[in-house]
């Protein structure tokens, strides 16, 4: 048999030891990996399920293991309180896409206030020659500045007009005329009785009203 030197074998031991070395580093690097995430999830888990008990006692915006402050705790607290019964805020969402879902939106009537659009409109041309001194939609009223005319400089009159319904109806609008007479400097209500012109204002209100909405269907 051939002589085989020592050195032979040694190397043989060596090579062999880098191998099973390098095999360790690969297998166990990513079972330590894997080790670490479970421990820091497990952690992170518990630590979660304590600030939330710690919620319950302090609430979620004022619990002092949360460190929230300055304007992250303005924010916090705004959400809090827009909150529901159920204490969650929702997304949200957009009232288009809302009555999308519900058949269209092309078909979606959005309602503001208790004010008649069509009311309110004829109201505003038909007063449009004089000037306005209040005009409130939400609240359906309107009210012209004094009127005056020059061949009558001691008189004077101003219309309120109020549209009452959301529906275009024949008693959904009220107009009242109210005249002052001019007496040694001082304005004085006139107690005139005023029901057939605020009639006939009205009659032209909900007349131009009534041809607003048939503009708008045609």
């Known amino acids: 048999m051939p002589f085989r030197r020592p050195g032979f074998f040694i190397c043989l031991t060596l090579v062999l030891k880098f191998q099973l070395h390098y095999i360790s580093i690969v297998m166990i690097k990513p079972l330590m990996l894997i080790f670490a995430l479970v421990f820091f999830s497990s952690c992170s888990s518990n630590q979660e399920e304590r600030l939330s008990k710690l919620d319950k006692v302090y609430g979620y915006c004022d619990n002092p293991h949360r460190g929230i402050s300055g304007r992250d705790y303005e924010v916090c607290k705004d959400k809090e309180r827009a909150a ?8 949200s969402s957009d009232i288009l896409s809302i009555f999308s879902g519900l058949g269209g939106s092309q078909n979606a009537t959005f309602i503001n206030s208790d004010t008649n659009n069509f009311l309110w409109d004829g109201a505003l041309q038909v007063l449009n020659p004089y000037s306005f001194k209040i005009t409130d939609f939400d609240g359906g009223y309107i009210e012209t500045d004094w009127i005056l005319q020059s061949n009558l400089p001691n008189q004077r009159c101003l219309i309120k007009s109020h549209i009452t319904s959301a529906d275009l109806v024949s008693n959904g609008v009220s107009v009242k005329i109210i005249c002052e007479e001019l007496i040694e400097g001082v304005w004085y209500s006139s107690n ?27």
């Open 192 to 218: 005139q009785n005023l029901h057939e012109e605020e009639k006939q204002l009205t009659l032209k209100i909900l007349n131009q009203a009534k041809i607003l909405s048939n503009n708008s269907n045609s």
């Open 84 to 91: 529901g019964p159920d204490g969650i805020v929702g997304e």
